[in-house]
């Protein structure tokens, strides 16, 4: 993705949203006990915006999700095919890690969606957190050229 200039900043901002929500401001790595959304870094803080994220649009599908670990990619199409309109990629339904970072990256990267269908309403979960807005406005004030934004 190199030399995609494009491309290759969307996959650093997918890239950016895991340590954003992975890092020790949103997880616990020394927890030995976990009551909230046990990771493989650690135990998700009670208001952390992973946690957040995976009750509102994750738990609602119960046993039939990708579990946090899912990495299967043949477990991950058929989820996204039997929901292919919540996602705003087929990798966003890997697990809610992965679709997290990659609304992240979207709503970095598009402007602000209408409506309310599944994918409007998790962009818009990053939307209503004044801490993401600032960090999307910093990364396409930054990559404004590359990203063909200036104009």
């Keep these: 993705t190199s030399d995609d200039p494009p491309q290759l900043i969307a996959t650093l901002i997918h890239e950016y949203a895991h340590i954003l929500m992975l890092g020790t401001d949103e997880v ?3 927890a030995t006990s976990c009551d909230t959304l046990e990771l493989d870094e650690g135990c998700a803080h009670g208001d952390s915006s992973l946690l ?3 009750r509102e649009f994750w738990e609602p599908y119960g046993d039939s999700a990708p579990d946090l670990a899912n990495t299967d990619a043949d477990l991950t199409w058929e989820f996204y095919l039997a929901h292919e309109d919540d996602f705003v990629s087929d990798y966003a339904a890997t697990n809610a890690i992965e679709d997290a ?25 990053f ?7 600032a960090i999307r406005e910093r990364i396409r004030a930054e990559f404004a050229d590359e ?3 200036v104009g």
């Design 28 to 30: 616990d790595p020394a």
């Design 52 to 54: 957040a994220f995976e």
């Design 101 to 125: 970072a990659e609304t992240f990256m979207t709503f970095v990267l598009e402007d602000e969606p209408s409506g309310d269908s599944v994918i409007a309403r998790k962009i818009e979960f």
């Design 127 to 133: 939307w209503a957190s004044p801490e993401h807005v």
């Design 147 to 149: 990203l063909g934004l």
